[in-house]
């Protein structure tokens, strides 16, 4: 074995107090009792950000990363390797990492030069599609996987088909103080006498303290001098997003339940030695987590390993750990057997002493300067196991080896350009102009793009209040009698027609069937899914090919929610047979396409074939996507190779001149989503060529070599005229360029993060 001599320095990512989370204090509590148990290895972190100032870190910390910034994990990857160390142990826990299922974090560990020991906090029994995708690529980066118990080893093999050798099983860690009785605290914090139940942590709804309340009336029934304290905050993204509403919600129910005397909550985030001595004050800890999804609890094992008698429901963690009388397990969700379990300890002093003593004795192999040898014995192996070829290769990458730079993501102007009913057409310069009001266009693309940032892992309470009132609007919009859109509001909210264009009503349905696949606000993806019922069928109907395209895309990600959908699924094969025979009609030898014209936003026509062959298992409709496609990108490529799209003054006639300009943003952004698709079925390059030739058209690679993208208000301009760029940052042109940026992000993240850049 490698000698422990060999390790000198050791790099710690996670999140890092003072940011206030388990992750955080657990890897705190690693690191410090590694430096403190090992003297001689120099022990650095690498925390994640979640908000934009940082945190007031301590001298350990050497690099910060930005948690959606793809770039910032690269650059933190180029620290490592630079700075030499022996080993990167990595504290993973899905939804502390930037990108899709935290998808960020793999991109820095491809890049890394020296072993990986990863400890799993969560492991999915079962996960979504980009949950299992990370997981299974995390495990492949690492050479050594830690749980903390059994059942998460058992998950691994069963789940992720983890050799078993890879697994090192090391208990959460805990903090070595000596058993007392619990009286010895009580006078400290004026419950001398009294029967006290504990509960811990950062609080959120999926803790079930609305059950622990609901038992005390019985609890005090029979023991009148009992106390209820809960210690902790509430969690900082709980509060972001929703204030107080939950700890309001408890405080209400308890005055409600009439037993606001025998409850106290502690609402802050405690230091540790002040957290050991409540701890040390209570008679029962408790812990009514709702579902069994709970492979760790860094609070039980406090609790538990520190000698507390436990009453628990029966998630993978406490049943592990309590088995075998170890604790009393109740069912979830069941305030009575709560009550029960209480009572039973109240009166059984013997036997709560005594499972407070055998919990204790128990801990003593849990102890931090415990784990740190466990942690250095695990580190070892994965040194041992590293490969001599991996360690040659050199750490740093050439211009032409690196990620294409992507500016950064400014949301400013949608934010601008929104109010409380939508989204305005127009701008003026930067300005909104409120005289052209509103359109289902533009919303409907507004709701798409804040669903993708969600999906991104931008969740801001901002970015979700848009979504609402996007769909809202779109709702607002949809007329049941004649199940369409109309597409044009006036500022005072009047609508100016009675039914919508054709492509709207396709937009929307574009829109409603993304949010219905992607967004986790059941409030939003209910209302969606009604819309979309309702308004699908009549496009059978539309005589649109680009109406007929866009439902199309949204249908796609439909059936992706609800594959069953036989409503849907019929929609879909007429509108390809329409889109087949159109092609049949109008295509010839040098004109491949679908129409006698290309307009605006061509490539979404091809789009929707490519999506809509892979899922019905038809490669001759993908075929024919594909070869339009890429006819499309020849006749949008200038002579000297830049992107240069179908002019709206005017257009292009079969047969006849096609116009230069006016050039929208509306048709880079179609390309972009086109090719990237392309990519993902075909996997070549040549694809990726394509996109990014698309996207810098935004940036300045474009007949008049002028970049259309706003730096400093986040919109973009109008589009390109023969003799100068159109100074309106309107809707419709911001809206185009975010999603463009958004999808080529998502885009590079993949390719970073998973093997040979497979997409989706």
């Known amino acids: 074995m490698v000698p422990i001599s060999r390790i000198n320095k050791v790099a710690f990512l996670g999140n890092y107090l003072p940011r206030k989370c388990g992750i955080a204090t657990f890897t705190t509590d690693l690191r410090n009792s590694i430096a403190d148990r090992f003297p001689d290895v120099k022990c650095f972190v690498a925390p994640v950000n979640d908000i934009e100032q940082g945190y007031e870190y301590p001298p350990e910390v050497r690099f910060e990363i930005a948690e959606q910034d793809l770039s910032s994990y690269l650059a933190a990857a180029d620290y490592?390797?630079?700075?030499?160390?022996?080993?990167?142990?990595?504290?993973?826990?899905?939804?502390?990492?930037g990108g899709v299922a935290g998808s960020h974090l793999?991109?820095?560990?491809?890049?890394?030069?020296?072993?990986?020991?990863?400890?799993?906090?969560?492991?999915?029994?079962?996960?979504?599609?980009?949950?299992?995708?990370?997981?299974?690529?995390?495990?492949?980066?690492?050479?050594?996987?830690?749980?903390?118990?059994?059942?998460?080893?058992?998950?691994?093999?069963?789940?992720?088909?983890?050799?078993?050798?890879?697994?090192?099983?090391?208990?959460?860690?805990?903090?070595?103080?000596?058993?007392?009785?619990?009286?010895?605290?009580?006078?400290?914090?004026?419950?001398?006498?009294?029967?006290?139940?504990?509960?811990?942590?950062?609080?959120?709804?999926?803790?079930?303290?609305?059950?622990?309340?609901?038992?005390?009336?019985?609890?005090?029934?029979?023991?009148?001098?009992?106390?209820?304290?809960?210690?902790?905050?509430?969690h900082p993204n709980l509060l972001r997003n929703e204030g107080e509403l939950y700890r309001l919600s408890l405080i209400r129910m308890a005055q409600d339940l009439g037993v606001q005397k025998h409850v106290v909550f502690f609402n802050r985030f405690v230091e540790l030695d002040e957290l050991l001595r409540f701890i040390g004050a209570a008679d029962i800890y408790i812990t009514p987590y709702l579902t069994e999804n709970q492979i760790t609890s860094g609070t039980l094992a406090y609790a538990f390993g520190t000698g507390n008698a436990v009453v628990?429901?029966?998630?993978?963690?406490?049943?592990?750990?309590?088995?075998?009388?170890?604790?009393?397990?109740?069912?979830?969700?069941?305030?009575?057997?709560?009550?029960?379990?209480?009572?039973?300890?109240?009166?059984?002093?013997?036997?709560?002493?005594?499972?407070?003593?055998n919990a204790f004795k128990l801990g003593r192999d849990m102890i931090w300067s415990r784990c740190a040898e466990k942690y250095m014995e695990s580190f070892v192996l994965a040194i041992e196991n590293q490969s001599r070829e991996t360690a040659k290769i050199p750490?740093?990458?050439?211009?032409?080896?690196?990620?294409?730079?992507?500016?950064?993501l400014n949301l400013n102007h949608l934010f601008r350009m929104s109010d409380s009913t939508g989204i305005f057409q127009h701008a003026i310069f930067t300005v909104p102009c409120f005289e052209d009001g509103y359109c289902t266009d533009d919303n409907a693309r507004a709701l798409l793009l804040t669903i993708q940032l969600q999906q991104s892992g931008h969740k801001s309470a901002e970015i979700k209040n848009l979504s609402a009132t996007y769909v809202a609007f779109l709702n607002h919009t949809f007329v049941h009698e004649t199940k369409r859109f109309r597409n044009f509001m006036s500022f005072d909210r009047r609508w100016l027609e009675?039914?919508?264009?054709?492509?709207?009503?396709?937009?929307?349905?574009?829109?409603?069937?993304?949010?219905?696949?992607?967004?986790?606000q059941s409030g939003i993806q209910s209302l969606a899914t009604e819309l979309f019922d309702n308004a699908l069928p009549v496009v059978t109907e539309f005589t649109s090919p680009r109406a007929w395209a866009l439902t199309l895309v949204g249908i796609d990600s439909y059936l992706k929610r609800f594959p069953?959908?036989?409503?849907?699924?019929?929609?879909?094969?007429?509108?390809?047979?329409?889109?087949?025979?159109?092609?049949?009609?109008?295509?010839?030898?040098?004109?491949?396409?679908?129409?006698?014209?290309?307009?605006?936003?061509?490539?979404?026509?091809?789009?929707?074939?490519?999506?809509?062959?892979?899922?019905?298992?038809?490669?001759?409709?993908?075929?024919?996507?594909?070869?339009?496609?890429?006819?499309?990108?020849?006749?949008?490529?200038?002579?000297?190779?830049?992107?240069?799209?179908?002019?709206?003054?005017?257009?292009?006639?079969?047969?006849?001149?096609?116009?230069?300009?006016?050039?929208?943003?509306?048709?880079?952004?179609?390309?972009?989503?086109?090719?990237?698709?392309?990519y993902a079925v075909t996997k070549n390059v040549q694809w990726l060529t394509e996109?990014?030739?698309?996207?810098?058209?935004?940036?300045?690679?474009?007949?008049?070599?002028?970049v259309l993208y706003d730096s400093s208000t986040g919109g973009c301009r109008d589009g390109l005229h023969p003799d100068r760029v159109n100074q309106n940052e309107g809707c419709e042109s911001t809206l185009a360029f975010l999603l463009a940026l958004t999808e080529m992000q998502a885009l590079q993240s993949t390719r970073a993060s998973f093997k040979n850049g497979e997409g989706k």
């Not at 805990?174 to 009294?194: A, L, M, R």
Request: glycine residues 6%.
């Open 498 to 520: 009675s039914v919508g264009s054709e492509d709207s009503h396709g937009n929307a349905l574009w829109a409603l069937g993304y949010s219905i696949a992607h967004i986790n």
């Open 80 to 97: 490592l390797n630079i700075a030499d160390f022996d080993l990167l142990c990595v504290e993973h826990e899905f939804g502390i990492f």
């Open 395 to 408: 750490p740093i990458k050439t211009l032409d080896q690196q990620p294409v730079s992507l500016p950064g």
């Open 106 to 234: 793999l991109a820095l560990l491809h890049e890394v030069r020296m072993p990986i020991v990863t400890t799993l906090h969560t492991i999915l029994q079962n996960p979504n599609h980009d949950q299992r995708r990370v997981m299974l690529e995390l495990i492949q980066l690492s050479s050594r996987v830690i749980v903390m118990s059994n059942k998460g080893c058992e998950i691994l093999q069963e789940v992720y088909a983890v050799d078993r050798k890879k697994i090192d099983i090391i208990a959460h860690g805990i903090p070595d103080i000596p058993f007392s009785d619990s009286n010895f605290y009580k006078e400290e914090f004026g419950v001398t006498g009294k029967n006290v139940i504990l509960t811990f942590g950062l609080l959120s709804p999926n803790k079930g303290l609305e059950y622990a309340l609901q038992a005390l009336p019985g609890i005090i029934n029979e023991f009148p001098d009992t106390v209820f304290i809960v210690v902790g905050q509430t």
């Open 564 to 678: 069953g959908n036989h409503s849907a699924i019929e929609v879909r094969e007429i509108l390809i047979q329409k889109l087949i025979q159109r092609f049949a009609d109008a295509s010839s030898t040098e004109w491949l396409w679908y129409e006698d014209g290309l307009s605006y936003a061509n490539a979404k026509i091809p789009h929707a074939m490519i999506v809509s062959g892979v899922s019905m298992d038809n490669q001759s409709v993908v075929q024919m996507g594909l070869e339009t496609l890429s006819w499309l990108v020849k006749i949008q490529k200038s002579e000297t190779g830049y992107f240069r799209p179908i002019g709206s003054n005017g257009f292009y006639s079969k047969g006849e001149s096609r116009a230069i300009f006016d050039q929208q943003p509306i048709e880079a952004h179609a390309t972009i989503s086109a090719c990237i698709e392309a």
């Open 312 to 357: 628990s429901t029966p998630y993978w963690h406490a049943e592990e750990l309590l088995a075998d009388g170890r604790g009393v397990l109740v069912p979830f969700r069941n305030s009575e057997a709560i009550t029960i379990g209480v009572n039973y300890l109240l009166k059984n002093d013997t036997l709560r002493h005594e499972m407070k003593e």
């Open 691 to 706: 996109a990014h030739n698309a996207f810098d058209w935004f940036l300045g690679k474009n007949d008049l070599e002028m």
